[in-house]
């Protein structure tokens, strides 16, 4: 579908208003930064900012939106033969090889990470897209498989395949915000994926495949 002209205007209103509220944020600190100082900055009402941002959080974790149902999409377009587990495996190996700034691989992601440091209420919406995540995962598992709600494996196939994206962003984070490269940080993600591999059982590992 062809983007209109009305809806051009709104997405770049919306965009320019994230970007310059995300400018703020590291320059002030989340907390010392209102809804109103982003209102004066863009040149626009209190009011607008609230029309495209529900709540401040959403100023800064803009695009949390496509994070929650990531690994969703991953299982929903595995191939023929291919397991869910086998299918985030390789997407994240793909993203993670071209040193994706989806993952955090890009300057300047320390400063970012710094912000939600220092700011309860950014940390606590993280911990909240985690479940989102999670919930995701499991209900695309039972939609894929037709399992009964009843069927415990959704769950426990999903909470690992979380599980696997979840820790992989953590150790990227955790040496980006020590100094690390991107380049280096993605080579070495790759081989925490290979030992993350090794550790799944098998029965994991087959869930979900796709039939050919």
Sequence with gaps: MVEGLRERK????????????????LERGF??????????????????????????????????????????????????????????????????????????????FDAFMNVI??????????????EQVQDAV?????????APADDPLPLLVGGQLAWIENTVVGYITREMTTGGKATAVSRKALVLLDEIEELLSERVLTYAVREG
């Design 117 to 130: 440091e220092h700011a309860p209420t950014l940390k606590a919406r993280l911990f909240h897209v985690q």
């Design 138 to 146: 499991v209900a695309v598992l039972r939609e894929e498989t037709g």
């Design 10 to 25: 709104k997405r770049e209103t919306k965009q320019r208003i994230s970007d310059i509220a995300t400018g703020l944020f």
């Design 31 to 108: 907390a010392h930064v209102t809804v109103a100082d982003v209102a004066e900055a863009a040149d626009v009402s209190v009011n607008t900012v609230y029309n495209y941002f529900p709540a401040k959080e959403d100023l800064f974790l803009d695009r949390m939106d496509g994070v929650t149902q990531r690994l969703a999409r991953m299982i929903r377009g595995r191939d023929r033969g291919e397991s869910a587990a086998r299918a985030v495996l390789r997407e994240l190996r793909q993203d993670i090889g071209a040193v994706s700034p989806a993952y955090g691989l890009m300057d300047g």
